[in-house]
């Protein structure tokens, strides 16, 4: 319940994430003996609220969210920079976890920048992800782990743009819509942190979730929330005005935001003495 409170106030324009993660953290946290760790896979692009689902879950599980020493944020581009290194880099991971997961079964893992991953490094993690119940006398099937990933954001404003096109509403969209294409997309994308991965091969990852581009409305929306997260009176005008500095896409109908909500705690900075 204290998830769907935080999901509605805070995050927007992302039915299908809210509706898919809820339901998937709702069903796993009430069976008292999964078969396997939750694995969600979250794609869109920039600023749509990956990162941001990803530490109010955080927070659910454990109330310190990242500044938990049982939540742990792994950063493709810091942690796993070198393409020699590889055989050390799993190892270390596979280190991490085992260790963390033996300290507590509730761990939750989030690996960001998935589409910067080296091919390859995150298969090491799969004899945990797996239907095993215990590997070297460890139990992961407690803990949580979660993918953030720009890769497959094409695919999925794709699908947006046909369903506004063809005057259907974005609400409209549902996960087998796009499911499918994303699965199968990234499994094909190099650059996807997921390619040809034994993690989607064995049906390893729960759920794919699309992230929808975000409209002129949710960019408002965004805006307003940062507001009167610092303390200010929501002012319609600066809104606006923040709103106005956005670039949307496609060139000529220009309905989505092409950073998301990214930029919007810099650009509200500029209007700071309205």
């Not at 109908?253 to 950073?259: E, M, T, V």
């Amino acid at each position: 319940a204290a998830l769907k409170v935080q999901l509605d106030a805070k995050l927007f324009g992302q039915h299908l994430a809210k509706d898919v993660v809820l339901k998937a953290v709702i069903g796993f946290s009430n069976n008292p003996s999964p078969k396997k760790p939750l694995t969600l896979s979250l794609h869109g692009w920039a600023g749509t609220g990956k990162n941001f689902l990803s530490q109010i879950l955080a927070e659910q599980v454990h109330p310190a969210g990242l500044r938990s020493k049982f939540v742990h944020l792994f950063l493709a581009t810091l942690h796993f920079p070198h393409h020699d290194q590889l055989k050390l880099y799993k190892e270390q991971l596979q280190n991490w976890i085992r260790g963390n997961v033996s300290a507590c079964p509730y761990s939750v893992f989030i690996f960001d920048e998935m589409d910067k991953m080296h091919p390859g490094l995150i298969d090491a993690i799969k004899p945990f992800l797996d239907y095993y119940e215990e590997v070297d006398g460890v139990s992961y099937r407690k803990a949580i782990f979660i993918f953030l990933s720009n890769a497959g954001g094409d695919l999925i404003n794709n699908a947006a743009l046909d369903f506004w096109t063809s005057g259907k509403h974005r609400e409209e969209i549902q996960l087998k819509d796009l499911e499918p294409t994303l699965s199968v997309g990234v499994f094909n994308n190099k650059n996807s942190g997921l390619w040809h991965s034994s993690l989607i091969d064995r049906n390893l990852i729960d759920y794919f979730v699309p992230f929808l581009p975000l409209e002129h409305k949710h960019v408002k929306m965004c805006v307003r929330a940062e507001m009167i997260a610092r303390g200010y009176a929501v002012d319609e005008e600066v809104v606006q005005a923040v709103a106005d500095e956005m670039t949307f896409f496609p060139k000529e109908q220009k309905i989505y935001s092409d950073k998301g909500c990214k930029t919007v705690q810099a650009k509200l900075d500029i209007h700071e003495d309205v």
